[in-house]
């Protein structure tokens, strides 16, 4: 159950939202449950448990993977957005904890749980695994275009993950997936000769490559530190410039537009500012909101059209360059005024590159 759908894999159904509402979900895991499956991957939202929609509900694990500002727009406040997340580990039946300890949530959280509970996951040089009776460290990752190596000990045994997924959170989730699988009692071995297999979530972190033509990436990420995750896991394997093409959703929270903006400028070589979902906003409006982040102009162009500013990213940079595009990821729509309109940033790209 996600924000991409819900159902069995390879199988699912659009979801209204990232978690559903609770009489959605008890009727999800009834039907489930009738069908003799026995394990859910649920993805939990600030919205869904600050609204009780997984009220009641017992987890055999709670997974945390990272924690930054967003939804300011429903949660006023950086505090009480962190005071949702929290209370997720906090107030609900929970057997074990997977924690991402290299986060500052996170290692706060450590203190107010039972440590026998706790599975700790960091890629920490100065990781201390004796605080921890279960935990999985990787002390040396490689970064390559094609497939990253990320050795890693823990205290099932130690080996090397071969991932085709890049980025910084992929790393980190790949490691709390295979803690979490490890605890659900999956073979050591199988699990690491499976990892190589794993290929992209269908708009996180997703490369597109032809013959003479840039590489081009397409991610959801839509906040500050999101954006940073992206342009930085993309500056370690670019060896030319990079390209970043975004906007920022309208009626959302304006905060973060301008720290978007600085974000993209201090890692991206060009920015071309786009739509995103403007929604009952003035496009103009949001730009302006992001430039209040921007010092330097000159390399930063706009273009409201985002299908003519991707055709702009892709005519102009070079074949060795990274055109990175973000907001949208899986989204198959943009929202203009009260109108719904298809747009797809995977197909745009698809026909622009044939």
Known sequence: MSTLGNGIYNNLKPSKNTTESSINIQKFLHEMSINNIR????????????????????????????????????????????????NFFTQNKIKKFIINIDDCTGNNLVKMLNKKKVIAVSINKNFNCLSFKKWIHSYHIIHNTHINYIYFKSSWGQGVLKSKLIGHFNIINLLLALAALLELGYPFDRLVNTCKKITNVHGRMQIFKTPNKPFIVIDYAHNEDAFK?????????????IWC??????????????????????????????????????????????????????????????????????????????????????????????????????????QLLE
């Open 229 to 241: 995750n992206a342009l930085q896991s993309i500056r370690k394997i670019c060896r030319n410039k």
């Open 39 to 86: 394990t859910i991957a649920m993805e939990v939202s600030s919205h869904g448990i600050v609204q009780n929609r997984i009220s009641k509900l017992r987890f055999s694990i709670a997974i945390l993977t990272n924690v930054t500002s967003d939804h300011l727009d429903y949660h006023k406040t950086v505090k009480s957005y962190i005071q949702a997340k929290l």
């Open 245 to 350: 093409v975004f906007g920022c959703g309208g009626d959302r929270d304006k905060s973060k537009r301008s720290l978007m903006g600085r974000m993209a400028e201090n890692i991206a070589d060009t920015i071309i500012l786009t739509n995103d979902n403007p929604r009952n906003e003035n496009p103009i409006e949001i730009i302006r909101d992001i430039l209040k982040g921007c010092q330097h102009k000159k390399n930063i162009h706009i273009i409201l059209n985002r299908k003519k500013a991707i055709q702009f990213s892709i005519i102009h940079a070079n074949v060795d360059d990274y055109i990175v595009i973000l907001g949208k990821g899986h989204e198959e729509y943009q929202i203009i005024k009260n109108k719904i309109y298809y747009f797809s940033d995977h197909v745009t790209i698809k």
